[in-house]
């Protein structure tokens, strides 16, 4: 798939940037700027094409790995992967190298390098100087998708790979049969030109990332990775399923559903007890704890009002303290003074004559008067 998503973006591709090289070059691997950053047009003026700024590069380094997959970007020789090895034509073309590795700087794109044995001789005697990249861009905007390749050359010439490109993957009847193919592969219907082709391939692209992020990686996750990672999702969702008693198609909400089912129905009565009674074993014990310190706090206020401690209009107060706080209130019955006899009676409400103390009883019984008209007597003594 990756190698037809490759020779049908060789449609919309162009070489400009060039490298110069020199003999350094050829020892070991090496960092070359493939592309520019921002705006840039080739040698003929053809263009503008952009990289944009650094996360849209990011972006295009994850589009070429992605387009490669498993496989390195190759550096050919003058091309030759487009002149020479034509689909259904045939042809060779050597490999001067291997883009191991992609790297985003403030400049541009650069590729780790690595040279065959003759390449490095052909660059060491300057046989060869320029590095001339191949690139996929859109062809409105000029806005690069991804780096095809890239070729030893000493002639870097726009009209030179736009050729090759036309070589490689002309829209017409001679290599017809690889073209249906591939807007087979896409999902697209004969005939289909070049611009239905590229916005096929940015969806393409774009669905590769959002897979790879669902599936919790980065967006410049290989192939590879992302397809490990929805894997492993994959034989995990099946376990489930299976667990549940369902098919491994089952729908996700349908696993849900059954595990949810299978928990409600499996539980341990031994060690689990429901939430429902639970709760209501909660609110028997904070009443039965409630009626037990209420009829202490009664006990307890009527005798301090017995010996004399807590007048009888504070009765109200006193229970509420004895149930706020137990210690406070025996603090307070404990320290406070003895009241007498009149201290201790309830006040009358107004209106109300207050009971007669024994003192004044005995006034009654000498006078050979009545309670009430003793009280009258008060009553009437206290307005005026």
Known sequence: ??????????????????????????????????????????????????TGDKASMEQIAANTRQLAGSTEPVIDYDHQAIFSAVPGVGGTAKAAGWIKELQVRDDGIYGRVEWTAAAAISIKRKEYRYLSPVFFHEKTSGRVLAIRMAGLTNTPNLDLVAVAASALFPLNNQTGDSMDKILAALNLAKGTNEDGVVAAIN???????????????????????????????????????????????????????????????????????????????????????????????????????????????????????????????????????????????????????????????????????TADDFKKTLKAEAKA
């Open 203 to 369: 969806a393409h692209l774009t669905s590769s990332t959002a897979i790879a992020k669902a599936a919790g990686l980065t967006e410049t996750a290989k192939p590879d990775e992302v397809l490990t990672a929805v894997n492993t999702i994959v034989a995990d969702r099946t376990k489930f399923a299976q667990a549940a008693g369902l098919a491994a198609t089952a729908k996700a909400d349908e696993i849900v559903t059954a595990v949810q089912s299978a928990i409600a129905g499996k539980v341990d009565p031994t060690k689990f007890v429901p939430i429902a009674q639970v709760t209501a074993l909660q609110d028997d014990v904070k009443k039965l704890q409630e009626s037990v310190t209420a009829d202490k706090a009664e006990e307890a206020v009527n005798s301090a009002m017995k010996s004399g401690r807590l007048a009888p209009a504070l009765k109200e107060w006193g229970l509420d303290l004895f149930k706020a706080n137990q210690a406070q209130f025996e603090t307070f019955v404990g320290s406070a003074p003895v009241l007498t006899t009149p201290q201790l009676q309830t006040p009358k409400k107004d209106g109300e004559a207050a009971e007669l103390t024994e003192a004044q009883l005995a006034v009654c019984s000498a006078m050979g008067i």
């Open 1 to 50: 798939m990756h190698n037809a998503l490759a020779a049908l973006l060789s449609a919309a591709l162009v070489a400009s940037h060039s490298t110069a090289l020199t003999a350094v070059d050829a020892e070991g691997d090496i960092w070359l700027q493939l592309v520019p950053a921002g705006t840039f047009t080739g040698r003929n003026g053809q263009g503008p094409w952009t």
